[in-house]
Structures are given as C-alpha cells and as structure tokens.
C-alpha cells in the first residue's frame, strides 16, 4: 500500500472539472453542458488509480483500502484538520506539476482568442484555489471560528514562501485580499498582530507595484532547490513588454531555467512534519477527532512507519484539496454579507486591541460599515529583501522566514476581486 501511495501522484495532464458538490462517487468528474465556467483542475489521483485497478482482471485488495482513504477524505470536515506545513506541500506538489507540463512556446502562442491548453491549466487551478480559499474562511458561523481558518492560510501562505511556490502564495495573498474577506471587519479583529504584519509583508512581496519588483528579486535568489515562479509575470512579460527579439528570449530563458531546478520529492522535508504532528504508532496525527479512523487501519501495526503514515496523511490532503466544491462569485458575495452584515448607521464599536478569547461576544455586536476597516493606516520599518531560511521556528513566527528591516508599505492598498492571473490576456481566458 505504501508503494501504491508514493506513486500515485499528479497527472498534468489529466484534466476534469471541478466538482460542483461532493460525491460519494470514485469516477473521475465530468463537464455539465448547462452549467456556467468551471475550472479543470487535476483529477484526484486517487481516482486515478482507483479507476486503473479497477480494469485489471482479478480482485485486486487494494480497491476497498482506497476507498476506503477517499471516503476518509470526504469526512475531513475542516482545513483545521491538516498541519500548515503538509497543506503547503502538498499544493506545491500540484503546482509544481502543472507548471512544468508548460512547454517553453506555450508563452508564444499563448492569445485570449487561441488560449494554450497548459496556461489555461495553471490559471484554472489558481482560479479554484482562490475560490477554494474564499469559500473555506466563509463556511463557519463564529467570527471567531473564521478567524481560525484565515489565521492558518497565513502559516500556509509563509510555508509556501518557504517553499519558493510564488504561484500558490500569489493566489493565497489574492484571495486574502478579495472584497468578501477584506469586509469581515470581526473576523479579521480575531487575528493577532504578528499574523497581519506577515500577511502585510508577503502582500508587499506579490505586489504588482513596480512591476512586481520585489517579487523579481527575490525569484532572482532560486538556485538549486526547487521553485515555482509566478506565471503571471512571464505572460505580463511576453504580453506587454517590448517585441523585440532579444527580451522574448529572455523571458523564455527564464522560464527555463526554473524548470531546470531540482524537483520536489514527493516526501516533504522534516521540517514541515512538526512536532506535533511527528509519527505516532497506531494513528495519524488527526485521527483524535475519528475522521480517519478508517484510514488509518490501511497501514497494519507492523508495517507502520513515519513513511508510510506521512504518505497515507498526503494523500488525503491531496485527495481533499482537489474535491473541494466549486462556488459561483455570487454564492461567495452572499455568504460574506450573511455572515457579518454591514449596517451603515452602526453605533458599536469594536477594539482591535480586545483580545481572541473574547471574539465570540462580537457575534451579538452591532459591525460597522465599509470594507476591512480593521487598521486604518500600518507602518512598518523600512527593510531590504525577503529571505528564505529553511529552518523554522515551531510557532512558526514570521522572523524565521521574513527579515524585517527595511521593507516600507502601506496596508492592503487597492485590493481588486479577481480570479485570473494579472494580465489582460489571461482574465479573458477564464471566461472562455
């Protein structure tokens, strides 16, 4: 079964739409002809090879154990199940996957009118994730439950800096920063000082000011480990910049050389397996609350590993992510309203300084109006660049991977609502 699990990963290529509501069902999705655009991310691999066994002749027993995984993922009811770190990896597994099935002219024919099959893929699934992302902080009642979740896609968003995964962190920071979750004024009061500046800075990071200058410099610093670069800017590049022979080349060289860093192994490093969630003999790190109680039996007593159970953990991950449902713009707007409704004519006030403990009482307070006004103005000391560092403090506090010292910006300025990569070709793609 180990064997089964490391080698069931991602298949480029193999394309299916998002699902518009989870299923019971191991076959693989398919598109609906009156249903309105959605994406086509990778199919889980999961069903892939569920669906592969299943045309060998015999019985074969791994059938009911991966079921039996994919019926475990359909219980997890939260992203709060899964570590920071594994989340993470487990994105970049994707992205890394989709970014390097784009071949070098794709940029060069690549058109809103003649879109390049591969470009679409990786604008899809940034697309679904930034949807994904949305409809995740919005599900849960308590302002003080939403908190909790946004507060994790923040460590997800450090741990994909971490990573060098450009093209996930754009997409966490976009999403953070759409109208839907900007306005949730309680939501965002729950969040602890340190999270906010870190989101401040890996904002500041993707920024489209100065064409993407900070984002340059610090993709500049990618040698011999692993990357994904932001395919954004490459498009942005061949799109806007001059058509002169020499800068086309460039770009593409570029693009190049990130493919020819070193992949990501399928095992995440140990430092992404935290403490906390480290191997323990006869269970998974999550099974406590019984959400994977049947897969955790898949791995016998004696064949339990810190391998095979990290393996078993990714794949539920990995099978998660990709069976998230997909949800209209409409459906997103609603949600936000529903959960704090603005009223223009509000007299409470809120202090951003009360502490989390109490964020359950603001559920019976009146909110104020107006988008995010959660801090008016943030200054932070100026600083030069961002540094990778590949060891991590438990806690995971941004001085272990961001340095401070002299980046200079203002907070969440001119935040756009936006599913598509930021260039002009590319929006019009998703509407295809």
Request: glycine share 2%.
């Given at each position: ?14 394309l299916a739409p998002a699902q518009i509501h989870t299923t ?340 019976e307070k009146k909110s104020l109006s107006g988008f995010w ?60």
């Amino acid at each position: 079964m180990t064997d089964v699990l490391f080698e069931t990963v991602i298949d480029p290529s193999n394309l299916a739409p998002a699902q518009i509501h989870t299923t019971d069902s191991l076959s693989i999705p398919t598109a609906s002809p009156d249903a309105d655009y959605i994406p086509n991310i990778p199919a889980p691999p999961l069903l892939t090879t569920y669906s592969q066994l299943q045309q060998q002749q015999g019985t074969n027993l791994l059938l009911p154990k991966i079921r039996s995984l994919y019926m475990s993922a359909m219980t997890i009811p939260t992203m709060m199940e899964f570590p920071a770190g594994l989340l993470a990896y487990q994105l970049t597994l994707i992205e890394s996957a989709i970014f390097r099935a784009i071949p070098r002219e794709a940029l060069l024919s690549h058109s809103a009118r003649k879109p390049h099959v591969r470009v679409v893929a990786s604008t899809d699934f940034f697309n679904f994730l930034t949807r994904t992302i949305e409809h995740s902080i919005l599900l849960p009642q308590e302002a003080c439950r939403r908190a909790e979740i946004l507060n994790r896609w923040i460590k997800v968003a450090s741990k994909l800096l971490t990573l060098s995964n450009y093209q996930t962190l754009k997409a966490v920071v976009s999403a953070l920063g759409t109208p839907p979750i900007q306005r949730l004024r309680r939501t965002w009061e729950c969040i602890p000082k340190k999270q906010t500046n870190r989101l401040d800075l890996l904002t500041a990071l993707m920024s489209e000011s100065d064409n993407y200058c900070r984002y340059r410099q610090q993709a500049q610093a990618c040698l011999n480990r692993p990357a994904v670069p932001f395919l954004g800017v490459f498009i942005h590049d061949i799109t806007y910049m001059s058509a002169a022979n020499k800068v086309i080349q460039d770009v593409l060289n570029a693009l190049e050389r990130f493919k020819q860093l070193p992949e990501y192994p399928q095992q995440p490093p140990v430092s992404f397996v935290t403490k906390k969630n480290r191997f323990r003999p006869l269970t998974l790190h999550f099974s406590a609350r019984g959400t994977t109680s049947a897969a955790a039996c898949m791995v016998s007593e004696e064949h339990q590993t810190e391998e095979s159970v990290i393996g078993l953990e990714q794949q539920l991950i990995m099978q998660y992510v990709l069976m998230r449902p997909w949800v209209t713009e409409k459906t997103i707007d609603m949600l936000s309203q529903l959960r704090e409704p603005s009223k223009r004519n509000s007299t409470a006030t809120v202090s951003p300084t009360t502490p989390t403990a109490h964020c359950e009482e603001y559920e019976e307070k009146k909110s104020l109006s107006g988008f995010w006004p959660f801090r008016k103005s943030t200054t932070t000391n100026s600083t030069s660049d961002l540094v990778w560092s590949e060891e991590e403090e438990e806690d995971e506090s941004p001085g272990s991977i961001l340095n401070y010292r002299k980046l200079s910006f203002s907070a969440r300025k001119n935040h756009h609502r936006s599913f598509s990569l930021p260039s002009k070709s590319l929006m019009e793609v998703t509407h295809v």
